[in-house]
């Protein structure tokens, strides 16, 4: 980004943003000025993508020691301010060493460790700390989002210590890199034509979005014919969201660290934080609490084999992401040929009703369920 012409892209992109985001924190949120609020909220959308692709600079990649490979069966990432105890947690939680100490910036690339827990393994990488601005390509931001974007679950690790703006603070810089945290993909049907016009249907009450709305949206990104159904009450980020594509939905844990230095009555209050688990990484209190929620917010599905004439191996499952737990995927996960030697496979467990039932390569697969192969 040193070049001269680089630089100046950015700051131009930088102060259009800046100009957006002040006219609409100038005007008020009402049913009048919903059609010019989503049209800000898609320019803001387009300039932000502009600035973290940067034409003809090939998209960016997350930059040298950053990526670190993929291991196991579910990568966790730790993304928060700087000495907020990230280094702390990974080495206290996975005995793996990242460097701890009392000044900010500690950290300044991806460390990654490992567990075990529940026959699964899972990743963990302490990140270097973010910024304020890092979305923007402040500090070492950019790289570090570039990294939680690949996570199957992202703690927010935050210092009790600090007022819970920062929570406000980081989940902005996540989302303007296209992170959604703790949200389902909005539901929305989106098919661009070739002709006649924007066809737009609601099947249930809007209370932002109106046809008008919507239309203006999408001329914002010169799309004048496609076929839009929302079948929830959608609000312009959403339809946003589905039109820019190439959103994250990630599952979000709030990590609230050092709770050695507040007293019980403030421990109480912070309790009712949604989807937070308060620890001291320090004194690796509640650290039991905090895999468990791990692990629940991870939804692994384990499969258990059973060889056939003998009991099942419960001591090493195949571990599968939710929503990719068929029995095909099963195969794949074992074995890229598997599939084509399968015949059928006999299951026991939640997802049949009989025990065992035969099914085919389709059958989906359910937490602690028990598989036979059968081979041609
Ligand atoms: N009191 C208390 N201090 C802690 C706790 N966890 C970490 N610390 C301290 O907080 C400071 C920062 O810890 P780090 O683990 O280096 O923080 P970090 O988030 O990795 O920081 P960066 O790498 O700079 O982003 C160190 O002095 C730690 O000893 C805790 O549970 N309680
Ligand atoms: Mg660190």
Known sequence: DCSFGRNSTKMSLLAKIAEIENEMARTQKNKATAHHLGLLKAR??????????????GGGGTGEGFDVAKTGDARVG???????GKSTLLSNLAGVYSEVAAYEFTTLTTVPGVIRYKGAKIQLLDLPGIIEGAKDGKGRGR????VARTCNLILIVLDVLKPLGHKKLIEHELEGFGIRLN??????????????????TATCAQSELDGDTV???????KIHNADVTLRSDCTAD???????????YIPCIYVLNKIDQISIEE?????????????????????????????????????????KGQLPDYTAPVVLPDGWTSVE????????????????????????????????????????????????
């Open 267 to 307: 421990l109480d209050i912070i309790y009712k934080v949604p989807h937070c688990v308060p620890i001291s990484a320090h004194h690796r209190w509640n650290f039991d609490d905090l895999l468990e929620k791990i692990w629940d917010y991870l939804h692994l599905v384990r499969i258990y084999t059973k060889p």
């Open 183 to 200: 949200k389902q993909p909005p539901n929305i049907g989106f098919k661009k034509k070739d002709k006649g016009g924007i066809n737009f």
């Open 44 to 57: 803001l959308a387009k300039l932000r993508r502009e600035l973290i692709t940067p034409k003809g600079g």
């Open 215 to 221: 239309k203006s949206i999408l001329a914002e990104y």
């Open 329 to 376: 995927d099963f195969c794949l996960k074992i074995h890229k040929n598997l599939i084509k030697e399968f015949k059928y496979a006999l299951v026991w467990g939640s997802s049949v009703k009989h025990n065992p039932q035969k099914v085919g390569k389709d059958h989906v697969l359910e937490d602690e369920d028990v598989i036979q192969l059968v081979k041609k």
């Open 78 to 84: 730790f993304v928060g301010f700087p000495s907020v």
């Open 238 to 248: 959403d339809l946003i969201d589905v039109v820019e594509g190439n959103r994250v």
């Open 143 to 146: 790289q570090v989002i570039a």
